[in-house]
């Protein structure tokens, strides 16, 4: 996994909002082209309105412009590694296609996997 990337998500990671939680994460999302757009999850009073880290650095991305996506790679400290939530995976396959998914807990522990292995059989444009 690309420790640039794995740095980038630990940078982010440190700015979550997650007073309810109190569970931070951190999301790099790398373009074709190499440029990369960085989240952390923000929480809200409603919980309903929170924003995972993975959404926030992929609205980034797509506001800036970028639209070809390589991989994405997620940083928590949690003691297993965190896979992105359904919500989630629904939207990068949406924007990212079958990108490159990496989880990191800064406990030492490395996954990756393509989306398509996390999201198989996805509704979209293709099913309408
Ligand atoms: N969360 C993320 O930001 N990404 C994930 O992949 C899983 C969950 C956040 C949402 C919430 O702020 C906290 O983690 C606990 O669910």
């Known amino acids: 996994m690309d420790p640039e990337l794995i740095a980038k998500a630990a940078a982010a990671r440190e700015n979550a909002v997650a007073p309810y939680s ?3 994460v ?3 999302l790398e373009t074709k082209d190499g440029r990369v757009y960085a989240g952390c999850n ?7 309105l929170t924003v995972c880290a993975e959404r926030v ?22 003691p297993r590694v965190t896979p992105p939530c359904g919500a989630c995976r629904q939207l990068l ?6 990108i490159l998914v990496g989880l990191h807990s800064l406990r030492g ?3 990756e996997h393509r989306l398509a292995e996390l999201l198989p059989h996805p509704f979209d ?3 309408l």
């Open 109 to 111: 522990l490395d996954e």
């Open 42 to 48: 923000i929480e809200n009073v409603s919980y309903g």
């Open 26 to 28: 951190g999301a790099a």
């Open 93 to 98: 396959w949406e924007y990212c296609g079958d």
């Open 57 to 78: 650095a992929l609205w980034k991305a797509l506001s800036e412009g970028a639209r070809e996506f390589r991989q994405i790679v997620t940083v928590t400290d949690a």
């Open 22 to 24: 109190g569970f931070k």
């Open 125 to 127: 444009r293709f099913q």
